[in-house]
């Protein structure tokens, strides 16, 4: 069996072209001997700027003596021109030339290698599984390094025939280092992200699992646990097995976005909602109806949600309280009139992500379970945050991805249009390390009413989703239209993202409220976080690095 750079590629799920590219990367890693080595760039992106030859290239064998060979291939439709083998893209209405992408590859390789002070052997093939070759005389390319649908079971063969095995020569360890070194090859955001949530949706489960298996009476379980411990998981099992019983649950958090993201994860059945959505939905059905130009609507609908008498429907088997760190003494008793005589009670809070200073909630003869390892975040930011905190931090890291490094940028201080030319270049990078607008999302350090970024429709040609600070009649937020979410990092507390643009960074001193603010935002990111602070906050955390 042929080495495999990099590896890990059978670990990770994909479909469409990049499944057909991994069907043959595991023919050629199968068929061909194990003193070949195949580079790949399946789940693989380069990070070196301005030597773009791989980026046109699926795979690079490296025969026993050193010679080398490109696969370029090209799944689906292709085009016949007459100037050549063309293949149609939806990012472009004209078709680009197979040619000119494979002799583009080629060209850079042997100029790059001959800085080394020799020349390169090299080959290539264009392997189009799907698609037969009509009038191959125009292909551009000769006709026997073409393997298309009509001979695509002899390319193994057609590969050792181009790459005859013989003895290892010397040359081969210097082009396998030149490899390593040019390609410089990194996991691809777009391919791991899937992965990712995958891997830590199974490690961080493992609290589901065995908090669920805990028996005591009543069930009133309150579970401190830190960012990316797995309390959301239980709180998805507990409320699917809950209704799988035929019975009642429901989950409550203090953050609607947070209230909203779980409603997408959960089947119908009980209920979901922000503590003020179900004030809301409660004093509607007892008679009560909203008037949200008062400015003390809220104070009545608590009020009403705490006094009024419970009608039947709002009796619950499943009380889930999450965010719990962000709750009152008051709203625990609300709550838990809610709940039935013999119904099952869960408390998720992480002390580190309380940002209003709340007093914890007095929850006398619960059990208390304590979960400290994070498995959601990339395991550079759990050390970072350990080197900035101002006092020991508890959390443990135990992702299986170690993170790509955080990226810090600076503004000038109280600079505010240098603040959003800062957080473009921030957002310009994400796209560049492969991150779609879709995978990212922008988290201001400030709250809504004293934030830039909040209060903008675009941030040059990025459209951006953020909430306008309204309700609509029936209490329900007002966004603006955008792709790019953006939000502050009291309303973001619970969700995450694959890539974290956390910016607006200001503060004098890393004290206890700026480091809880920090936690939260950092540790929203599932693989890339990127950094956007003022140049003071910069010289605070430099100092805690080399500290």
């Known amino acids: 069996m042929a080495q495999v750079h990099p590896s890990g590629w059978r670990e990770l799920s994909v479909t469409g072209a990049a499944q057909r590219e991994i069907e043959t990367l595991t023919l050629l890693a199968a068929t061909l001997p194990d003193d070949y080595v195949i580079f790949h760039g399946v789940h693989w992106t380069k990070l070196e700027k301005n030597f773009s030859a791989y980026g046109e290239i699926d795979f690079i064998i490296v025969a026993p003596n050193g010679r080398v060979l490109l696969i370029e291939q090209k799944s689906g439709f292709l085009t016949e021109t007459e100037d050549g083998l063309a293949k149609k893209y939806v990012d472009t209405d004209k078709p680009k030339l197979i040619r000119t992408q494979i002799m583009r590859a080629v060209t850079a390789l042997q100029h790059r290698f001959a800085k080394e002070g020799e020349a390169l052997s090299i080959d290539y093939l264009l392997y189009c599984p799907d698609y037969q070759v009509k009038r191959i005389e125009l292909a551009g390319l000769d006709a026997d390094r073409i393997v298309d649908a009509s001979n695509k079971h002899q390319l193994p063969t057609l590969v050792q025939a181009i790459l005859p095995r013989s003895e290892v020569q010397a040359k081969r360890e210097r082009v396998l280092r030149f490899f390593n070194d040019v390609l410089q090859l990194y996991p691809d ?192 930011i759990v050390e970072c945050l350990s080197r900035i905190s101002p006092t020991p931090l508890e959390t443990e890291s135990a992702s299986p991805f170690k993170g790509a490094d955080i990226d810090v940028l600076t503004y000038a201080d109280d600079d505010v249009p240098q603040l959003l030319a800062v957080t473009k270049q921030a957002i310009t990078r994400a796209l560049a390390a492969g991150f779609t607008r879709q995978d990212m999302a922008i988290v201001s350090f400030r709250g809504r009413e004293n934030s830039a970024i909040l209060q903008l429709d675009a941030l040059g040609t990025h459209t951006l989703k953020s909430f306008s600070g309204h309700y609509d009649l029936f209490g329900n937020p007002e966004f603006r239209a955008g792709e790019l979410l953006t939000e502050s990092v009291y309303r973001f507390k619970g969700q995450s993202a694959p890539a974290i643009i956390f910016t607006e960074i200001d503060f004098e001193t890393v004290d206890d409220k700026t480091f809880r603010k920090l936690f939260v935002g950092m540790t929203r990111a599932r693989l890339k976080l990127l950094l956007v602070m003022s140049e003071r906050a910069a010289r605070q955390l430099i100092d805690k690095f080399d500290s």
């Open 189 to 380: 955001p777009s391919a791991m992200i899937g992965q990712a949530h995958t891997l830590v949706t199974r490690l961080s489960g493992g609290l589901a699992l065995w908090a669920r298996q805990l028996a005591f009476h009543p069930f009133r379980l309150r579970v401190i646990g830190t960012a990316g411990s797995g309390k959301t998981q239980l709180a998805l099992t507990e409320f699917t097995a809950t209704l799988q019983a035929d019975k009642k649950p429901l989950y409550v958090s203090y953050n609607r976005p947070l209230a909203d993201h779980v409603q997408t994860l959960l089947p119908s059945g009980g209920r979901i909602g922000s503590f003020h959505q179900l004030c809301d939905q409660f004093s509607r059905e007892v008679g009560l109806v909203p008037d949200y130009h008062n400015p003390q609507v809220w104070q009545q609908l608590e009020h009403c949600f705490a006094t009024a008498d419970v009608p039947l429907n709002w009796k619950f088997d499943t009380l889930i309280v999450d965010e719990g760190q962000d709750f009152s003494d008051a709203w625990r008793d609300t709550l838990l009139r809610l709940l039935k005589p013999e119904g099952r009670a869960l408390w998720l809070e992480d002390p580190m992500q309380n940002l209003y200073n709340k007093h914890p909630v007095e929850l006398t003869n619960w059990v208390s379970l304590h979960a400290l390892t994070n498995y959601r975040n990339p395991r550079q």
